[in-house]
């Protein structure tokens, strides 16, 4: 089976700065997946601000960007503009807490947002929507209070995850149920899960303190993910230099290998570090490939240096090669990928960021990084007939 997710730029334009993981489905032959599922929204949040939610995306049977209302139904966007312009209103009311709503989710591949409190500042550029992008201070959703779950609904089903690619915020959780009328559900943090992830990153120093943003008024916005954190100076450049010189230095006299496909396990990549790169090499001993030695932002980003084209060989390799960084399990097992969950994070240099959010979720699922799901670890459901789905605004604690 396909990934479900990709790394690929934002589901808009040049605005939204950096590597977004959006939700992929695998070409099937049509079902009979309807137009529109019901989506449920439960605030179970505990606060009483007042929620606005907003679905926008690509609607699948046209190609274009634009909206969905509350009935499902689709709005395109108008022209932006240089500068950007404002958008169009797409929000509607969210429940109260304690409450929920049920609207027509639509056939798009997208996104679902929720603000607390503020609606969100959307802006359209010449190439289409502006996403907000939260690792810039200046940006006008910058202190507004919200975050989003990413979606797929086509003719081979839904795809729904809870995702912390780009931050960690106000939580949430994802379910659908499924044609044979089961429930799947995923995305809960552990009792007081929000605020251990914050605390845990300040008392983890180093650095990773600085990833924690508060309002004004010290109500906890969110936690950047390591990557963004990096590219606003909040985050030092070479948290992660340590343990990939350890690597470097491992792999100039031993072998990687890398088997990508479970369901390929004759395809296996050979990898050895010669000189400024690390070269891998198929069974016949010919170079299939060749990254130069990453950099941090390489690693949290599973971009640049790290670059996972959607092919066949380069992009299995590298997304291979990135959860194993994130993890810190290059060290300890040069057989990858490395499924086992109980040796990620092992190493003092890792993504602490990663490490805490899974380690609050209750069942141990997230999207901390583009390629979390390397060894099936993501916070995603799927089905190929759904009923309907739901998104749960979880407790603040």
């Known amino acids: 089976m396909l990934s479900p997710r990709k790394l690929t730029a934002s589901l808009a334009v040049a605005a939204s700065i950096g590597a977004v993981a959006v939700v992929i489905g695998p070409a099937e032959p049509a079902s009979a997946v309807p137009d529109t599922i019901p989506l449920t929204l439960k605030n179970d949040s505990g ?77 359209l550029a010449e190439g289409g929507l502006v996403q907000p992008a939260v690792q810039n201070a200046a940006d006008p959703n910058h202190d507004t209070l919200f975050n989003w779950t990413e979606y797929t609904l ?34 809960t943090l ?28 010290g109500t906890p916005l969110r936690v950047l993910a390591p990557g963004h954190g990096i590219g606003s100076g909040d985050l030092p450049a070479g948290v992660m230099d340590d343990y990939i010189d350890r690597v470097w230095s491992k792999y100039a006299s031993d072998t990687l290998t890398v088997t990508p496909f479970k369901e390929q396990p004759d395809t296996k990549y050979f990898g050895k570090v010669n000189g400024d ?17 990453p950099d941090s932002d390489s690693v949290f ?29 290059l060290l300890t097992n040069s057989e990858q990928p490395d499924a086992d969950a109980s040796g990620f994070y092992q190493d003092g240099v890792t993504n602490h960021y990663a490490r805490l959010i899974h380690a609050q979720m209750q069942d141990g699922q997230a999207y901390a990084f583009a390629f979390d799901d390397v060894g099936n670890h993501e916070s995603l459901v799927h089905d190929g007939d759904p009923k309907d789905a739901a998104i749960t605004l979880e407790s603040f604690g």
């Open 47 to 123: 606060s009483g601000e007042q929620v606005y939610v907003y679905v926008i995306g690509t609607e699948l049977a046209s190609g274009k960007q634009g909206y969905a209302d509350e009935s499902g139904a689709f709005h395109a966007w108008p022209a932006g503009g240089a500068p950007p312009v404002p958008a169009p209103d797409a929000s509607f009311a969210g429940p109260a807490n304690g409450g929920s709503k049920t609207v027509q989710l639509p056939k798009f591949s997208g996104r679902v947002y929720f603000s607390y409190g503020k609606k969100l500042d959307f802006r």
């Open 154 to 187: 086509n003719d081979s089903g839904l795809w729904i995850n809870s995702t912390q690619v780009d931050m960690f915020s106000a939580p949430y959780s994802v379910g659908l149920t499924a044609g044979d009328g089961s429930a799947k559900h995923t995305g």
């Open 190 to 217: 552990k009792p007081g899960g929000y605020k251990a992830v914050a605390d845990g990153l300040t008392q983890q120093g180093g650095g990773w303190e600085g990833l924690v943003q508060n309002r004004a008024d």
């Open 277 to 293: 790169r690390m070269d891998f090499t198929d069974g016949s001993g010919a170079v299939v490939t060749s990254f130069e030695k």
């Open 301 to 329: 980003g599973c971009y640049n240096k790290l670059d996972a084209p959607n092919d066949q060989v380069r992009g299995p390799i590298s997304r291979t090669l990135c959860a194993a960084y994130n993890r810190s399990t």
